[in-house]
């Protein structure tokens, strides 16, 4: 009897471990789910992208200080086309959010650079506002200028993208739009800002872009203008100022640093991507007052898929528009012997003669996607410089190159 007592005394005390130790994993597993809830939030709210090119290129032009140029020689070149980027999105609420990118290029010594650092705000389902530091809109593919897995190309065709290496980013508030118009959904974007560059700066910058998208066709129109001044001490200043010794006798002046020039830029753009059949076209035209020059560029683009290969074919052009309005013969005002104008004339044509510029190129390539989010490119191109300033500036004893281009592109 009293043996019955003692065992029923002591099973509550034996079943106390148990009892406590399935509350501590009940609890441990609420611990956990808490937690995995946190973690999936957190996740939500900060999202880290990366991408990265790998490249390499090489031309036939040797290396000298007259004949090449965007560091592409005979000297083969692994740092050209190379380049990392990290994007980092914090979202405060599924409104607003805080965007930045962070490259670093192995043509610039691998230097880490912030080309994004903006605000982001879903004002209604229609309207988005930002600011800060945003990518220019100029192009079709500005937004992904910086991400080759994005392109078909080694390299963005320079005859159309060049600039944009140079003047990628800027400051600026943007408003952009999207409605529904049956199939189509359309975009119209606004920005105002400023860009500060090595040569110039732009003030009260405007860029107006328009877009529409039906699932496989993309059309896009856009202009932008501003009031651009040329930074004192920079190269385009020491032109300018050389111009303006050149000009001293005419009625044609260059322009000092600081001076305002108007800056107008327009393009078109249309893309096709069916899954199978890729093409795009894109054209572009840029004006800046003062004798300095205006350009048109253009290309046009056409892959086809195979399973994971894409050979593709490529045709740009690039060209000076306003060479003859450049030429100051017909306007030099007589302060001598003819003789003597016609020696000024001479030299003011001569410094004028090399902002010209008409280039050609065809591109031959093929792109295969190796795995989700790594894609192989190979490129051929055959560049066309005749005796004007371009890819290759003032070639002396070639009117054309050869460029063969390799890069493994990833985005994770």
């Known amino acids: 009897m009293a043996m019955k007592k003692l065992i029923a005394a002591a099973t509550p005390l034996a079943l106390l471990p148990m009892m406590v130790q399935g509350a501590t994993v ?56 190379t380049k990392a980027g990290v994007q980092m999105t914090f979202n405060m609420d599924a409104q607003t959010s805080v965007v930045t990118q962070f490259v670093a290029r192995g043509e610039n010594d691998f230097d880490v650079k912030a080309e994004w650092a903006y605000f982001k705000h879903q004002l209604n389902n229609q309207l988005t506002f930002k600011m800060g530091r945003l990518r220019k809109p100029n192009y079709l593919l500005s937004e992904y200028f910086d991400v080759g897995y994005a392109m078909p190309w080694t390299n963005a065709p320079v005859e159309v993208y060049g600039v944009l290496e140079s003047t990628a980013n800027y400051e600026a508030m943007d408003l952009s739009y999207d409605m529904e118009l049956g199939d189509w959904t359309a975009n119209f974007q606004f920005q105002y800002g400023r860009a500060v560059g090595t040569d110039t700066i732009s003030e009260d910058l405007m860029a107006f872009n328009y877009s529409m998208n039906n699932g496989s066709l993309t059309l896009r129109a856009g202009y932008s203008q501003a009031d651009v001044s040329i930074v ?39 893309m096709y991507d069916n899954g199978s059949l890729l093409t795009i076209a894109e054209y572009t035209t840029l004006s800046i007052e003062s004798v300095f020059a205006d350009q048109d560029g253009y290309y046009a683009m056409g892959g086809y898929r195979f399973g994971q290969w894409m050979p593709y074919l490529t045709y740009a052009h690039e060209e000076t528009t306003d060479d003859d309005d450049r030429e100051v013969s017909s306007l030099l005002v007589s302060t001598g012997s003819s003789a003597g104008d016609a020696a000024t004339i001479a030299a003011i044509n001569a410094n004028l003669s ?51 281009s390799f890069t493994i592109d990833t985005v994770f």
Do not use: C, W
């Open 26 to 81: 009940e609890q441990l597993e609420r611990q956990v789910q808490s937690l995995n809830q946190r973690l999936s939030a957190q996740e939500q709210r900060f999202r880290v992208n990366g991408f990265a090119t790998f490249g390499i290129v090489q031309s036939d032009v040797e290396e000298t200080a007259d004949t090449y140029h965007r560091g592409i020689s005979n000297e083969t070149n692994f740092r050209r086309y």
């Open 232 to 270: 004192a001490g920079s190269s385009t200043a020491t032109q300018a100022a050389a111009i303006n010794a050149a000009l001293a006798n005419t009625d044609k002046s260059g322009e000092q640093a600081g001076s305002l020039l108007k800056g107008t830029f327009a393009g078109l753009a249309v």
């Open 354 to 404: 090399g902002l010209n510029v008409e280039q050609t190129r065809t591109a031959v390539g093929v792109r295969y996607d190796y795995k989700p989010g790594v894609a192989m490119k190979l490129q051929y191109d055959m560049v066309d410089v005749g005796d004007t300033a371009g890819e290759f500036d003032s070639v002396p004893t070639k009117d054309s190159a050869n460029i063969i």
